[in-house]
């Protein structure tokens, strides 16, 4: 039997089954799937497809698009089973991480570490076999910045780890690109650096929700050491600088009427919002009157309309 509530446990203390604990088949492999963190996966691959089709102006050859999706789901699935491994201290701390599998102690740590290890090397493997070794390094680069710079380095020691963190996260717009051309290109460099833009504004208010759980585990993230003023005033800043690098698409000439379209409104109702949550934070607003996460909520529309346009221009030009 697990314990599920946090304060019911010493501090530190990571749960482990008893050598003889039953744990059913199906529950083990479910857990395995959990530390890949799949709703994040789905994210990233929103990020990666569209792209391949900017990249050929069309259909890619969709066994190539198959492939990349794998190759993808592998490499981000390892390093988010090592970076579970390395926070399963804090993780066992803070409500919203204290039934990850390797604090309920479904998976051991040592299995979680070799499967984030064995994640890691099937997938750069399979990148350069399948699709191109251009493809393997981003992807590897992307594992290794998110697990050694984001997780062993920045997390615990500056309120701007998710900012540049943030980048693992961004290089799916690469990789996308470069499966296609197998090289990349200034509309690549484009859409990363809106992905970029759009990362701290996206987690800052979940940040901003679960602030006193990071708090408890000494993880310095920006609503932490900051006023809600303060991030409220850096969301708004970032959040313009994506609109604005958004809509460099098509005077460069990569896109056409409906993506601007699209970037057009979806990045005004963003600014809307964001403008929202900096007025409600100035006024003093806190706990459910703040509304923060409907900042958080709509960021993952806004990026899911984005690249849906990215896929749909070439189509439309």
């Not at 010493?10 to 088949?25: E, M, N, Q």
């Not at 509309?187 to 602030?211: C, D, E, G, N």
Request: charged share 10%.
């Amino acid at each position: 039997m697990y314990v599920t509530a946090v304060e019911s446990r010493p501090a530190g203390v990571v749960l482990t089954p008893s050598p003889g604990g039953h744990r059913p088949f199906g529950a083990r492999v479910k857990a395995f799937v959990a530390l890949t963190k799949p709703r994040i996966i789905e994210l990233l691959l929103i990020t990666t497809v569209p792209v391949m089709f900017l990249a050929e102006q069309g259909v890619p050859d969709l066994w190539l698009v198959l492939v990349t999706c794998v190759g993808g789901y592998l490499s981000a699935g390892g390093a988010n089973a090592l970076n579970m491994y390395i926070d399963r201290d804090i993780d066992a701390l803070m409500d919203r991480t204290s039934q990850r599998p390797l604090v309920t102690g479904m998976v051991s740590p040592r299995e979680g570490l070799a499967f984030g290890l064995a994640l890691a090397v099937i997938s750069t493997l399979w990148f350069g076999l399948l699709v191109n070794w251009l493809s393997a390094a981003l992807a590897l680069g992307a594992l290794l910045f998110y697990v050694v710079l984001y997780t062993m380095v920045l997390k615990r020691r500056t309120s701007q780890n998710i900012v540049w963190g943030g980048i693992a996260g961004c290089m799916p717009v690469f990789i996308g690109w470069s499966a296609v051309t197998n090289s990349l290109s200034w509309a690549a460099v484009i859409l990363f650096l809106v992905m970029f833009f759009w990362t701290p504004p996206h987690y800052w208010p979940l940040s901003m929700k679960v602030r006193e759980d990071y708090a408890r585990v000494g993880v310095p993230m920006l609503p932490v050491v900051a006023s809600n003023q303060t991030v409220a005033r850096q969301i708004v800043l970032y959040s313009w600088v994506m609109v604005g690098v958004s809509l460099l698409l098509t005077p460069l000439g990569y896109t056409g009427w409906f993506y601007t379209a699209v970037a057009l409104v979806a990045g005004g109702w963003w600014l809307w919002e964001a403008h929202g949550l900096q007025s409600r934070a100035k006024s003093g607003a806190t706990g459910g009157k703040l509304k923060e996460m409907r900042l958080f909520h709509w960021s993952i529309t806004y990026v899911s309309l984005l690249f849906v346009a990215v896929a749909v221009d070439p189509f439309l030009r």
